[in-house]
């Protein structure tokens, strides 16, 4: 799992950065939205995977060791939240940047015209 | 209780600011009064932190370690009250020089969400909760810098959100490898572990993540071009507001996150910051001595500055600290100042660019002395703050052997007199250009806010005296991180 974890997580810091690098303006925010899932699962494996249990303590049977690390995931939740709402105005900027300049080409991001 | 006001105001006044957008004048006005009730806030602050020492509060009654805390050191508190300094000015200055259309579109309810984020990065004692009021801190200058919507803008803000988003995903993973280490989210917590755990694995890699999210934010030597291809592009009170407060954040969280964390290898992290801050103030200065464009001049001038804020703390003596933490208030108003200067010379004569400006020296005497002090105030002449930042950080450098940073330090200080008097040449002392526009009246509300930041700068000056004794209080402070150790985590056994 853990293996697993760490493939995913490099493949897709690999293409993130591969889609920052592009002149496409649109690859640029997919590359940011890869990016972003990524690092929230790069916060998930750092702080230890714990398989097979909820993460919250179970007061029935009271195994207080036997539960999964609940701040991880809440900061994940919170990462996502975060990560939704500049994705979701980056999109409308790059929106309002093809509407204005007519052109998704970042070269065109340059001030010598 | 006082400690929660300065992040809860901003955010009251955001949301009642938002549901009366189009009520232009009780915008300007709320926003000014809300912009000196901060200010008034920040001031009790203070004085009840230089009284009392340092103030926590627990949120939620969740104790230390578990919980988020609040922290006002003096460093906090003196951060603060520059910032709502800063925002009244330029709330006096903005309704005179931003258009309508842009005042009525959120311009307000966003300048609160920044100060909400930039007042409770200063405030937070938790990581996590730091990098929540980093984004909401960014998210309001990302609208705000775009805007208004022009094409300039677009292209401005497309590079700043991409390269904000990316030092943010540092920020994070961070946070994620340090909490995997060490369990604790805590900032007092973290510094207390890593002084008392031998052999932490993997801090180093954690810090230069930090080291790269920060020095993003603060334009530091190789992540520093975002800043002069975007900064200029907004109406300028939202660079002001920026230079003055976005940018000093980002220095604010290295002075904490060096004074806490940086334990083992600390010869490393001295030498390394000591050679990113003589590139820093020197790339910056000499670019900027190629630039045309006042705006673009006083951008690459923040990076040069900042320079000399890394180079107080790199040496990290109480000393150059205090001289730091000086030098930073000192620029936050006067970068504030040149930017606010800048922009009304642009409402008279129409343009930023030097080659279409000119005469307005012998035209309007009063709009001169408004440049020219801070002008020479981040030159670095006697009697200004500029002299005595820079004159303390230099004999903090000589007093700590560290002479080529400080020749380095002293060369720059001549360059950027160079820039400076650049701009007083060409803008106010040459003859007018023919091709110049027409002057045009410069409106009133805003020269009151340039000569209340100009006179706050000569107070400034003139008070160095007391200023700085604050500031050598709150570098002890922070030079001896067991206070603020001792003040969150002892909390929790009362």
Excluded: C
């Excluded at chain 1, 994940?76 to 500049?86: F, H």
């Amino acid at each position: 799992m853990l293996l697993l974890l760490a493939v995913v997580i490099g493949v897709l810091y690999g293409s993130a950065v591969y889609l920052l690098l592009r002149r496409n303006i649109f690859k640029l925010i997919l590359g940011l939205i890869f990016l972003g899932h990524a690092t929230n699962l790069l916060l998930f494996v750092a702080s230890g995977l714990t398989s097979g249990y909820p993460a919250f303590i179970r007061f029935i049977t009271g195994e207080s060791e036997s539960m999964a690390d609940p701040l991880p995931q809440a900061l994940i939740l919170t990462a996502i939240v975060i990560g939704l709402g500049v994705t979701a105005f980056a999109l409308v900027l790059v929106y309002r940047f093809y509407s204005v300049t007519k052109t998704v080409d970042l070269d065109e991001l340059s001030e010598n015209e | 209780m006082i400690l929660v006001l300065p992040i809860i105001l901003p955010l009251v006044f955001m949301v009642l600011l938002i549901f009366t957008r189009r009520w232009l004048f009780f915008q300007q006005a709320f926003s000014l009064l809300s912009a000196v009730a901060l200010t008034v806030v920040s001031a009790l602050l203070l004085s009840q932190v230089a009284t009392e020492g340092i103030l926590t509060i627990q949120l939620g009654t969740w104790p230390a370690p578990y919980g988020i805390t609040l922290v006002a050191d003096l460093l906090s508190a003196i951060m603060l009250i520059t910032t709502s300094f800063v925002a009244v000015v330029v709330m006096v200055y903005s309704p005179g020089f931003i258009d309508k259309e842009r005042q009525t579109a959120g311009y307000y309810p966003l300048v609160f969400g920044l100060l909400m984020g930039v007042n409770g990065a200063f405030l937070t004692g938790d990581i996590f909760n730091m990098y929540v009021w980093y984004e909401v801190m960014l998210t309001s200058s990302f609208v705000l810098i775009a805007l208004g919507g022009s094409a300039e803008q677009l292209r401005g803000s497309v590079k700043y959100v991409t390269i904000s988003f990316v030092a943010s995903i540092f920020f994070v993973s961070a946070i994620g490898i340090l909490y995997g280490q060490t369990g604790t989210l805590n900032m007092a917590d973290l510094a207390y572990k890593m002084r008392t755990w031998e052999n932490m694995p993997y801090i180093n890699g954690a810090l230069m993540l930090f080291f790269v999210a920060f020095s993003v934010k603060a334009a530091l030597f190789p992540f520093f071009f975002w800043l002069p291809a975007s900064y200029h592009t907004p109406p300028v009170p939202i660079t002001a507001l920026f230079a003055g407060t976005l940018t000093k954040v980002g220095i604010y969280t290295m002075f904490r996150f060096y004074s806490l964390f940086v334990v083992q290898d600390v010869m490393f992290w001295k030498l390394f910051l000591l050679i990113i801050a003589g590139l820093t103030m020197s790339v910056g200065v000499l670019m900027a001595a190629s630039q045309f464009d006042i705006r673009k001049i006083l951008s690459f001038h923040i990076i040069s500055q900042v320079g000399y804020m890394v180079m107080g703390l790199a040496i990290f003596s109480v000393n150059s600290l205090a001289a730091a933490i000086y030098f930073t208030v000192h620029n936050m108003l006067s970068k504030t100042n040149t930017f606010l200067a800048g922009g009304l010379v642009f409402q008279r004569l129409g343009s930023y660019d030097l080659k279409y400006l000119g005469g307005l020296y012998k035209a309007a005497p009063f709009l001169a002395l408004l440049f020219f002090i801070p002008a020479m105030s981040l030159a670095g002449i006697p009697p200004l703050p500029g002299f005595f930042g820079k004159l303390f950080l230099i004999k903090g450098g000589f007093a700590a052997g560290e002479y080529l940073i400080t020749a380095v330090a002293i060369a720059v200080g001549f360059f950027t007199l160079f820039s400076m008097i650049k701009i007083w040449n060409e803008a106010y002392f040459k003859k007018t250009p023919e091709d110049a526009q027409k002057a045009h009246p410069v409106n009133r509300s805003a020269i009151a806010a340039t000569t209340l930041l100009a006179a706050a700068v000569i107070l400034l000056g003139i008070f160095a005296g007391p200023v700085m004794e604050l500031s050598h209080q709150a570098a002890m402070q922070l030079k001896d991180p067991y206070q603020y150790i001792d003040a969150i985590l002892n909390q929790t056994s009362q």
